[in-house]
């Protein structure tokens, strides 16, 4: 009886495994909430390696959800107008947000119910209340909730993550300068439909502070190791009220730690587009430029390195939804105060809603 008992464990077992095995090869099914944000470029131009199957598509502006059906060639029948009704029929998985940054929360609300992962685009929310929201109910429905940025994408980044973590190239860092933005989202020939929603206070949460400020603060948190800053202090300035009237196009934000400190410099005023970082400590600096160029020196190097960095080279994930697949399939765990973590990504908001405070006050505002 021992033996015929551990027979049937064993094939139970093997079953399971099995079925595991199978379900973590077949693609992801995912969702889409939002086509107005024009980042969804990033997934429709995607290759399609096999990895996801678009199930279903959430978008009210039939004419601009008809268009891109054109335009990236996928089945119109995978509209829907409504979010909740897209849900249930097309039963995905997980969902990618590329709406305006006030509908992840809409889009939270339905999905953390139905046990349905999320990943929205940079920044997690427009305010702290949103962002309390959104963390409380993936907690409470134990469902995965990421924020994706451009940066956490780059070879640079990991390379400079490693330097400082793995050898303390650095030291202890020191002051931290990071550079984001464009030339203005008109200026680069951003969509309509993205231009009525970043350019508004209430659905982007901002102008130029939220939409680059976001990255200098995903960053130092995380290179922080999300310590909470005792202050911030934020300038904005408003170059162009004819093309922006709603919204500042320039923003400079002070963070300061108890032995570091951290300026953000978010501009659509950039005559190029450029998202770079310096990182000093005591023991020397590491300067990236771009995504796969940097510059490093220390005491104990020899004069300044200039690297290329490829994603050969270090543990980076380039492409978002692979991480994002990998992280829904149990292959890898989010880093607690990673880049796309929600630790991260809720001290990201109280960073800028200080910031924009700051900036309406004229005074620091102090977290500590």
Known sequence: MKFFKLIVC?????????????????????????????????????NNTGDIRIVGIYEPNTELAYSYAKKWKFDTSLIYTDLNKMLDAA????????????????????????HIHVMVEKPLAVNEAHAKEMADLAKQNNIILLTDFETSWYPTTAKAYTLINDSSFVGNIKKVVIHDGHRGPKEIGCTKEFLNWLTDPELNGGGALVDFGCYGANIMTSLMHGQKPLSVTAVTRHYKPLV?????????????????????????????????????????????????????????????????????????????????????????????????????????????????????????????
């Open 10 to 46: 064993t094939l139970l077992f093997a079953f399971m495994t099995l079925t595991s095995n199978a379900q973590a090869m077949q693609p992801l099914r995912l969702g889409v909430a939002g086509l107005t944000h024009d980042h969804i470029a990033f997934l429709m131009n995607r």
């Open 91 to 114: 039963k995905p998985e997980a969902v990618v947000a590329f709406g305006s940054v006030f509908d992840h929360l809409q889009v939270v609300k339905a999905c953390a119910p139905r």
């Open 244 to 368: 922006y009237p709603k919204v500042e196009d320039d923003a400079t934000i002070i963070v300061d730690y108890p032995t570091s400190q951290c300026i953000i410099q978010a501009s659509w005023n950039w005559p190029f587009s450029r998202k770079d970082m310096e990182i000093y400590g005591d023991k020397g600096y590491i300067i990236t430029t771009d995504k796969n160029n940097m510059r490093i020196k220390n005491k104990e190097s020899e004069p300044e390195q200039q690297k290329y960095i490829s994603a050969t080279d270090v543990d980076v994930y380039e492409d978002p939804f692979a991480y994002f697949i990998n992280v829904v399939r149990g292959k890898i765990k989010v880093p607690e105060y990673g880049f796309y973590s929600l630790e991260n990504n809720l001290m990201v908001v109280k960073i800028l809603e200080a910031a924009k405070l700051s900036a309406k006050t004229g005074t620091t505002v102090k977290l500590q």
